[in-house]
């Protein structure tokens, strides 16, 4: 099958140009000037339109769909115990979850979602199951690593010898083998689905999982995700656990390498900047979902100058109360001008769309198939609509694209050369019938006393002394 994109506006180079480009089956045959190749049996006008590289969804929760709008303000760790109090308990919400978010992902400049997936004690194999058939169904690409953790609740408190210890979840062991199932299960490559290694972060998991959790990424090739540094609180722990900082002791563990994504990254410090750096690792900002819970901003700015990869994410919908990867991106790009007086410094829109696309793709071990339209490439492609209303008047259209606010803008994409959306509609799902079951689950119910309230005097103590 030959697609040809004629005369498309496109991002080459740092610069806008007007183009050709030649799809044949699932790749990205030629990129050439306007209007100079012949015309293939599948013609697509690129008048007014703007073609770039699928962005990707560097760290998400796809099941946290279920809890948006749901969860008050409150800080991670807190807002914690909330979400797990509240995690939908059914597999046909985890395949609903999936669908959801890659939809939506896609609706907003997606072709690639990281999803680090919660599993259900005992069904873990069925969970991803159900993941897995919700992203074939809408045929985006997903990169799915199940949140492990081997130490119970309490051990992500600073101090949290004090509280109550919960029995201790599955053994590292026990974890490192469901985990080599699941990959031998499910991991599939050739149909965009791959199984990454997802210890939850350092906080709640021991060293032998997340030293076991890298040797199977290196012996597999698989992205190694992981929450780090995300709060103040989790730095104050690794300080107490480690005695050095937690980037250093994953380093120490073998966990750093260019198949590692760590996402938040708040509190990081120069020194870590440069030991993810020198070990090629990516740091997912999410900025939408750093606010909302209080964490802080990530040093993003000091991050690039010192040569780290940075991608966006949207966090799952319980910390963002969305999944709309242009805001991501549109927060994550503006939020750093008060970091540093030097504008100089500030982020462009043809970075930010660098960052989405290519370090996206980096930071999920596929930098090497998708991210950037150049031939060989996969056809992981998103067309806009630049005659849109939120898109005029026609002056810069990827400042309006990156630091607007474009609303049904996505006229076309592609993920492996199979086109998914036509006009601004999914083809691949009923999406009628995915809104009518986020309409008629029923709603959580909300219990009488907040489910934080056992940890939020220790937290108040130890985190704001008082």
Same mark, same amino acid.
């Given at each position: 099958?030959?697609?040809?994109?004629?005369?498309?506006?496109?991002?080459?180079?740092?610069? /806008?140009?007007?183009? +050709?480009?030649?799809?044949?089956?699932?790749?990205?045959?030629?990129?050439?000037?306007?209007?100079? $190749?012949?015309?293939?049996?599948? /013609?697509?006008?690129?008048?007014?339109?703007?073609?770039?590289?699928?962005?990707?969804?560097?760290?998400?929760?796809?099941?946290?769909?279920?809890? #948006?709008?749901?969860?008050?303000?409150?800080?991670?760790?807190?807002?914690?115990?909330?979400?797990?109090?509240?995690?939908?308990?059914? $597999?046909?919400?985890?395949?609903?979850?999936?669908?959801?978010?890659? %939809?939506?992902?896609?609706?907003?400049?997606?072709?690639?979602?990281?999803?680090?997936?919660?599993?259900?004690?005992?069904?873990? @194999?069925?969970?991803?199951?159900?993941?897995?058939?919700?992203?074939?169904?809408?045929?985006? #690409?997903?990169?799915?690593?199940?949140?492990?953790? +081997?130490?119970?609740?309490?051990?992500?408190? &600073?101090?949290?010898?004090?509280?109550?210890?919960?029995?201790?979840?599955?053994?590292?062991?026990?974890?490192?083998?469901? @985990?080599?199932?699941?990959?031998?299960?499910?991991?599939? &490559?050739?149909?965009?689905?791959?199984?990454?290694?997802?210890?939850?972060?350092?906080?709640?998991?021991?060293?032998?999982?997340?030293?076991?959790?890298?040797?199977?990424?290196?012996?597999?090739?698989?992205?190694?995700?992981?929450? $780090?540094?995300?709060? #103040?609180?989790?730095?104050?722990?690794?300080?107490?656990?480690?005695?050095?900082?937690?980037?250093?002791?994953?380093?120490? /563990?073998?966990?750093?390498?260019?198949?590692?994504?760590?996402?938040?990254?708040?509190?990081?410090? =120069?020194?870590?900047?440069?030991?993810?750096?020198?070990?090629?690792?990516?740091?997912?900002?999410?900025?939408?979902?750093?606010?909302?819970?209080?964490?802080?901003?990530?040093? %993003?700015?000091?991050?690039?100058?010192?040569?780290?990869?940075?991608?966006?994410?949207?966090?799952?919908?319980?910390?963002? !109360?969305?999944?709309?990867? /242009?805001?991501?991106?549109?927060?994550?790009?503006?939020?750093?001008?008060?970091?540093?007086?030097?504008?100089?410094?500030?982020?462009?829109?043809?970075?930010?769309?660098?960052?989405?696309?290519?370090?996206?793709?980096?930071?999920?071990?596929?930098?090497?198939?998708?991210?950037?339209?150049?031939?060989?490439? =996969?056809? +992981?492609?998103?067309?806009?609509?630049?005659?849109?209303?939120?898109?005029?008047?026609?002056?810069?259209?990827?400042?309006?694209?990156?630091?607007?606010?474009?609303?049904?803008?996505?006229?076309?994409?592609?993920?492996?050369?199979?086109?998914?959306?036509?006009?601004?509609?999914?083809?691949?799902? !009923?999406?009628?019938?995915?809104?009518? @079951?986020?309409?008629?689950?029923?709603?959580?119910?909300?219990?009488?006393?907040?489910?934080?309230?056992?940890?939020? &005097?220790?937290?108040?103590?130890?985190?704001?002394?008082?």
């Amino acid at each position: 099958m030959q697609t040809l994109i004629q005369s498309v506006l496109t991002l080459q180079n740092g610069s /806008l140009e007007l183009v +050709d480009v030649l799809l044949m089956g699932d790749r990205i045959h030629t990129v050439a000037p306007a209007n100079s $190749l012949p015309v293939a049996p599948c /013609l697509i006008d690129g008048t007014d339109k703007l073609l770039l590289p699928g962005f990707v969804n560097g760290h998400t929760h796809s099941s946290q769909v279920w809890q #948006r709008g749901l969860i008050p303000q409150l800080p991670l760790e807190l807002w914690l115990a909330n979400v797990f109090d509240s995690t939908p308990r059914q $597999l046909d919400q985890f395949y609903w979850g999936a669908v959801s978010t890659a %939809v939506d992902t896609l609706l907003s400049g997606g072709t690639c979602v990281m999803d680090h997936a919660y599993v259900l004690p005992h069904q873990e @194999m069925e969970t991803v199951d159900a993941l897995v058939r919700g992203y074939k169904a809408v045929g985006i #690409r997903a990169v799915i690593a199940p949140l492990i953790q +081997d130490l119970p609740f309490a051990s992500g408190f &600073p101090r949290g010898c004090l509280l109550p210890q919960a029995a201790s979840p599955q053994s590292a062991a026990e974890l490192l083998a469901m @985990m080599e199932a699941i990959v031998a299960e499910f991991h599939d &490559p050739n149909q965009g689905i791959y199984i990454g290694v997802g210890p939850t972060g350092f906080h709640r998991c021991s060293d032998e999982l997340l030293a076991g959790c890298g040797k199977l990424s290196d012996r597999l090739n698989l992205c190694y995700h992981t929450h $780090l540094l995300e709060t #103040r609180a989790q730095q104050r722990l690794a300080q107490e656990r480690y005695g050095i900082s937690a980037v250093q002791h994953l380093e120490n /563990l073998g966990c750093l390498t260019p198949r590692t994504s760590v996402a938040h990254g708040v509190w990081i410090d =120069d020194a870590d900047i440069e030991l993810l750096a020198r070990t090629e690792s990516t740091l997912v900002h999410n900025p939408v979902s750093n606010l909302r819970l209080g964490s802080g901003l990530a040093p %993003v700015l000091k991050g690039l100058q010192a040569g780290l990869n940075v991608s966006f994410g949207c966090d799952g919908a319980a910390s963002n !109360d969305a999944q709309h990867l /242009l805001e991501a991106i549109k927060l994550g790009t503006i939020l750093h001008t008060v970091t540093d007086q030097d504008y100089e410094h500030w982020l462009t829109p043809e970075q930010a769309v660098q960052m989405a696309a290519m370090g996206g793709a980096k930071g999920v071990n596929l930098g090497d198939r998708t991210g950037t339209i150049t031939p060989g490439m =996969d056809a +992981d492609l998103v067309l806009y609509n630049l005659n849109h209303p939120s898109m005029l008047p026609r002056n810069n259209p990827l400042q309006l694209l990156i630091l607007g606010r474009p609303t049904d803008v996505v006229e076309a994409a592609w993920v492996q050369g199979r086109q998914l959306v036509d006009q601004g509609r999914v083809l691949t799902v !009923d999406t009628a019938a995915l809104h009518h @079951m986020l309409r008629h689950q029923p709603q959580a119910v909300h219990p009488a006393e907040p489910p934080h309230h056992p940890v939020e &005097p220790h937290y108040r103590e130890v985190m704001l002394n008082r």
